[in-house]
C-alpha cells in the first residue's frame, strides 16, 4: 500500500521554541492531508486540514498561528508548532489522501511524539 | 457522519477469532463502515470497509447487519501483533476526500 513518512519520530524541545514536523507522502501525490494531535490515553482529534497550494482549514479551538501548516508541494506537507509549551506535547500524525485513482483509504503517517520541556 | 458505539475494551485468545462489534444506529443510506486500528505508539492502519454486503480480505472480515445498524470486525486467528485500539468509523463514500473522525475505539489484547 501507499506509503506516508513523518519526520522526526520524535523530537524534545525547551518550551519556547519551534519545531517542525514534516509529513510526505513517498509513493504517491496528495492535494489533501490531514494532521491529527493525539494526547495520552486519548483518540486521535483532527487539527487541521492541509490543501495544496491553498490555505489549511483549522478546527474549531486550533490556533492557526500556533500551529503553522504549510502543502506546498503534492508530496509533502509540514507542520510547525510555534513557540511550543508543555501543553503541546503530544503525538503528531498526519494522513493523506492519493490524488488520482479511486482511493478508498486514508493513509497515516507513523506519527511524531513532541515533548516540551 | 453518523456515531459510532463501540466496548471500551476486549480480551481475546491467541489463536482464536476476535470479534469486535459496532453499533452505529444512526448511519445514513450512503455511509460506509471503515475500520482501522493503532497499534501503541503508531499510526492508525486501515483495515477494511463495507457498504452493505460483508466483506473480507487479508487481515479481517466485516459483516454488517441487514439494517445495517451494527457490524461486527472478525480477525479469524488473532495473534499477539493484533494487540490494538480497534476503530469503527462511518462516513461519506470512499474516495471522499474528508477527514476520519475517531472515536475512542475498542482496546483489543490478545492474550496468549
Known amino acids: 500500500g501507499a506509503v506516508v513518512s513523518q519526520h522526526p519520530s520524535w523530537v524534545i524541545c525547551k518550551s519556547g521554541t519551534s519545531v517542525k514536523i514534516e509529513c510526505r507522502s513517498l509513493?504517491?501525490?496528495?492535494?489533501?492531508m490531514f494532521w491529527y494531535r493525539q494526547f495520552p490515553k486519548q483518540s486521535l482529534m483532527l487539527m487541521a486540514t492541509?490543501?495544496?497550494?491553498?490555505?489549511?482549514?483549522?478546527e474549531q479551538g486550533v490556533e492557526k498561528d500556533k500551529f503553522l501548516i504549510n502543502h506546498a508541494s503534492l508530496t509533502l506537507s509540514t507542520l510547525t508548532v510555534t513557540s511550543a509549551h508543555p501543553e503541546d506535547s503530544s503525538f503528531y500524525i498526519c494522513?493523506?489522501?492519493?490524488?488520482?485513482?479511486?482511493?478508498?483509504?486514508?493513509?497515516f503517517g507513523p506519527g511524531t511524539r513532541l515533548t516540551v520541556l | 457522519d453518523a456515531k459510532t458505539t463501540q466496548p471500551p475494551s476486549m480480551d481475546c485468545a491467541e489463536g482464536r477469532a476476535a470479534n469486535l462489534p459496532c453499533n452505529h444506529s444512526?448511519?445514513?443510506?450512503?455511509?460506509?463502515v471503515y475500520w482501522y486500528r493503532q497499534i501503541h505508539s503508531q499510526g492508525p492502519q486501515y483495515i477494511i470497509h463495507?457498504?452493505?454486503n460483508n466483506e473480507t480480505n487479508e487481515m479481517a472480515s466485516l459483516i454488517i447487519t441487514e439494517d445495517r445498524k451494527s457490524s461486527t470486525l472478525i480477525l479469524p486467528h488473532a495473534t499477539l501483533r493484533d494487540t490494538a485500539v480497534y476503530y469503527c468509523?462511518?462516513?461519506?463514500?470512499?474516495?471522499?476526500?474528508?477527514?476520519?473522525?475517531f472515536g475512542k475505539g475498542t482496546k483489543l489484547s490478545v492474550k496468549p
Open positions: 494522513s493523506a489522501y492519493p490524488s488520482s485513482g479511486s482511493a478508498n483509504e486514508q493513509f
Open positions: 468509523i462511518v462516513r461519506v463514500a470512499p474516495g471522499s476526500q474528508g477527514n476520519l473522525i
Open positions: 492541509s490543501n495544496e497550494g491553498s490555505k489549511a482549514t483549522y
Open positions: 463495507g457498504l452493505k
Open positions: 509513493d504517491f501525490q496528495a492535494t489533501t
Open positions: 444512526t448511519i445514513s443510506g450512503n455511509e460506509y
